[in-house]
């Protein structure tokens, strides 16, 4: 069935984020440049996936009047496509763990999302079987979205953000840095700079344990593994610790003006870690995957005390 699809006037605001350098944290090795993707209207990096998820399922007429889009989500695909949904007015249900900040499941309700909250002990993975099990339920119901195994996911990141990045370093970047969660990110825009610059490193970031706190990244060897995940990918992997991910959050705040995320901060200590062993002629790129004001309500906030 083919489909003619009116697109919303937020669609034309995601992706295209800022790409700047650390001034401060940065200076050891080689440069750092950050993409902004709190900047996308939907808050995340998420919007990205969102967009290109939404739009094939449009077009292969999977998503259409009368049909709920249901996925599971940390959060940030949950509120992309809450927004997205809110937008063409599609109906949108999301499974989230009980463990998803309070703010992240206020945003969801507040673009009109029905929230499924799951056992926040089974952690992203509790969500993924709850919307696997609603999808089986009740196939005519839904359009499950399926983050985790929807090639769209990464295709957004090789069109879009890999793009983005080659072109604003004007080719010279030559090290991309990303903590993988359902690892769409780092396998598109890590595909896309392979294909432009041979030798370009590849460098996965993971938390450094099964039981961590850094939302949106998963710890692959115990978790339930995304279909999209290439584990060929990486040149290699850097693990940090939930503590050092939250202090580098912080410490973006009050060093660079960067209200980000934790799994931003995660990104950062690989980066900096990465950059330190490199010459000032090579450059590393990261990712900073959403905003800080959706963790502020957070304990680390505080107990990271002012600098
Ligand atoms: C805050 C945050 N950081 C990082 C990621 C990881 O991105 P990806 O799913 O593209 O691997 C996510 C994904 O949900 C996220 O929400």
Redesign the pocket.
């Known amino acids: 069935m083919s489909l003619l699809v009116e697109s919303a006037p937020v669609e034309a605001a995601i992706g295209r984020t800022p790409l700047v350098p650390l001034r401060r944290l940065g200076g050891r090795g080689a440069p750092v440049l950050v993409k902004l993707e709190g900047r996308n209207p939907g808050g995340?990096?998420?919007d990205r996936?969102a967009l290109w998820i939404v739009q094939a399922a449009e077009r292969r007429g999977l998503l259409r009047p009368g049909v709920r889009l249901l996925d599971a989500?940390?959060?940030?695909?949950g509120i992309a496509y809450a927004m997205l949904c809110a937008a063409k007015g599609y109906g949108c249900e999301i499974c989230v763990p009980a463990t998803a900040s309070e703010e992240r499941k206020k945003l969801l309700r507040g673009y009109g999302a029905e929230v499924v909250i799951t056992d926040g002990a089974e952690g992203s993975d509790g969500a993924i079987r709850e919307a696997r099990r609603r999808a089986a339920a009740d196939p005519d119901r839904y359009y499950y979205a399926d983050?985790y195994n929807n090639p769209e996911?990464v295709r957004a990141?090789f069109e879009g953000t890999g793009v983005e990045i080659w072109e604003e370093t004007r080719g010279r970047v030559t090290h991309f840095v990303?903590?993988?969660?359902?690892?769409?990110?780092?396998t598109g825009v890590g595909r896309r700079l392979r294909r432009c610059r041979h030798g370009v490193r590849l460098i996965a970031v993971q938390p450094d344990s099964a039981f961590h706190g850094i939302?949106?990244?998963k710890h692959m060897e115990t978790a339930l593994v995304p279909g999209i995940y290439d584990a060929a990918l990486a040149d290699a992997t850097v693990l940090v610790r939930t503590e050092d991910a939250q202090e580098m959050a912080v410490r973006l705040a009050r060093e660079e003006g960067l209200l980000a995320?934790?799994?931003?901060g995660a990104n950062v200590v690989a980066a900096l870690e990465v950059a330190a062993a490199l010459t000032p002629a090579e450059l590393v790129v990261t990712v900073l995957?959403?905003g800080g004001e959706r963790y502020l309500s957070e304990v680390w906030w505080e107990t990271n005390g002012s600098r």
């Open positions: 995340s990096v998420k996936p989500s940390s959060g940030n695909t983050q996911n990141h990303a903590g993988l969660g359902t690892s769409g990110t780092f939302e949106g990244l995320g934790p799994s931003s995957p959403d």
